[in-house]
């Protein structure tokens, strides 16, 4: 029988995993829950239903054998058609959906998160989680709780134990879009703040003030200048399908 709470089943598939030399690393909701002391405090708390993992995708075919050894039902026509890039399984009992990325995450902004499986115990590094949500364009309330959460416990810095400013800023110096997004996505946050109480809100903002700065101040590539010349008269984002969860209906 698969666990019933959600942390307890990604850590069984993840220590599964690796006692297969597979590397597995959460991301997601239940990722910021695991990283974040805030998520405990009930306004910022949210369900946490389905497991998001990132993977490589030179190891498709094990993480294949490890799920459905485990007991989870694959999407199979998902599967085979999203082969090395992502898969879909189902835990039925505990109507719960697990879903892998392989070597890239894509959604509404691609992320190559390949190297970033190698650090951590069970979850991306914050900033590569921070990243996940910063690039979601019609957001809902999840993903604010989730940001401000990340910027509530996690300060920004240059070293490995916070928020890397600088990896954003050099990720988002070269890319208009990603750029744009994010800063739209901070500026967001940023309104939400007075919602927050007094000594938070003043934590949050400052965290997210810096961020932004070093994000501007970062050098701009050519091609990051070109498409900025073309603004927002063009798309700079892709909006994922929603492929729904027809098993568990």
Not at 47 to 71: F, H, P, Y
Not at 210 to 218: G, I, P, R, Y
Request: proline share 4%; glycine share 8%.
């Amino acid at each position: 029988m698969l666990p019933t709470d959600g942390l307890e089943a990604a850590a069984q598939i993840i220590e599964t995993a690796e006692a297969k030399g597979v590397r597995l690393r959460l991301l997601g909701g239940l990722a910021f829950k695991k990283l974040c002391p805030s998520t405990s405090d009930p306004r910022y708390s949210r369900e946490n239903k389905d497991i998001d993992l990132m993977g490589k995708r030179e190891d498709s075919r094990a993480i294949m054998k490890i799920m459905e050894t485990l007991g989870y039902k694959p999407r199979e026509l998902f599967n085979k058609l999203n082969m090395g890039q992502r898969l879909i399984y189902y835990d039925m009992a505990n109507k719960r959906r697990v879903d892998l990325f392989l070597d890239e995450f894509v959604m509404c902004h691609k992320f190559n998160f390949k190297e970033n499986i190698l650090a951590g115990t069970y979850t991306l590094p914050i900033t590569q989680l921070l990243m996940t949500k910063l690039q979601v364009v019609e957001k809902t309330d999840k993903e604010y709780k989730d940001l401000v959460v990340a910027f509530r416990d996690f300060d920004v810095t240059g070293g490995p134990e916070g928020i890397r400013g600088d990896e954003i800023a050099e990720l988002s110096s070269k890319d208009w879009g990603i750029y744009t997004t994010f800063w739209k996505t901070l500026e967001a946050v940023m309104a939400k703040a007075p919602e927050l109480a007094g000594g938070e809100s003043d934590i949050v903002c400052s965290r997210i003030r810096k961020l932004m700065s070093t994000m501007e101040a970062a050098p701009k590539s050519i091609g990051w200048k070109m498409r900025a010349r073309v603004g927002e008269r063009t798309r700079w984002y892709d909006l994922p399908d929603s492929d729904g969860d027809p098993m568990l209906k």
